[in-house]
């Protein structure tokens, strides 16, 4: 026995719609390459970038005051082929990054494995917490 | 060869599944797919072909971040999975994988009976 719910088929074309939205691509347009992600750790700054197909001498890093930029190319590796499908993006880019606070000079180290790019980062003397005594 | 599978995320946990981008070519003897796939390792990915599906899903293994706070991020962590019905032009034994700076490269060969063959003709005297 079953009666007819006008809700089930309204459910039925939210599913539909949850469903075209989350087949999305690794990469959605509204941010810009490279996609960054920023993680705080004690004293210590980690920023982990997405960069497939990247080599390393093709990248670099820079810091300017309290900004990361990272800019690079990425090489097309197409070739002389009949091509199906092109979805890949290449070419120059340039992105920065606001850190939340001022970071030493001294300790960095950015490792680039499996197309991940992985930045650690330390606060500088000066933006490390203090505790001030009082007389 | 290339039509997309519908592709529904079955994924319920913080993980999301993408769908990686890809860029495919085709020559005489092959099909060639690159999928980008950033963070994933040679150990993580499964390529499976069966019944004409191709299938390739990889896990991306990113540092542990246990005790890490996010202050911004632009992605999550990333399951990838896409399917792409093959037709029967391929041998399914003869495939090929590379995994390089977060690139797959596959290499797909045709069967030897589906290769153009030139013909020669015969002149008779």
Redesign the interface.
């Known amino acids: 026995m079953y009666t007819y719910n006008f809700f089930d088929d309204i459910m039925n074309l939210r599913d539909l719609f949850d ?1 075209f939205f ?6 959605e347009p509204y ?1 810009e390459f490279p ?7 004690g004293d210590k ?2 920023i ?1 970038s ?6 390393a001498d093709d990248l670099d890093i820079e810091i300017i005051d309290d900004s990361l930029i990272i800019s690079g190319e990425k090489k097309a ?3 002389e ?9 290449f070419g120059e880019f340039k992105k920065s990054i606001k850190l ?1 606070f001022r970071i030493s000079h001294d300790n960095i180290r950015a490792d ?1 494995k ?3 790019l ?1 930045i650690h980062l330390e606060k500088s003397e000066d933006s490390k917490p203090r505790k001030i005594d009082i007389k | 060869m290339a039509t997309d599978k519908s592709l529904i995320s079955e994924s319920k946990s913080s993980r999301r599944v993408y769908v990686p981008v890809a860029d495919i070519y085709e020559t005489e003897d092959l099909y060639c797919l690159k999928l980008e796939m950033p963070g994933a390792t040679k150990d993580s990915i499964d390529i499976t072909v069966e019944n004409n599906e191709l299938l390739i899903e990889g896990k991306s293994v990113l540092e542990d971040n246990a005790g890490r706070q996010i202050r911004y991020s632009e992605f999550s962590n990333m399951d990838y999975k896409r399917s792409f019905r093959i037709g029967n032009d391929i041998d399914s034994n003869k495939v090929e994988a590379k995994f390089e700076d977060g690139v797959l490269t596959l290499l797909l060969y045709k069967h030897e009976a589906v290769k153009p063959k030139k013909i020669t003709i015969n002149t008779a005297n």
């Open positions: 469903d989350s087949r999305r691509t690794s990469y941010r996609y960054v992600r920023i993680e705080e750790e700054l980690i982990t997405l960069m497939p197909g990247i080599k590796d197409y070739e082929k009949a091509y199906l499908r092109k979805e890949r993006f939340p680039l499996d197309g991940i992985t």
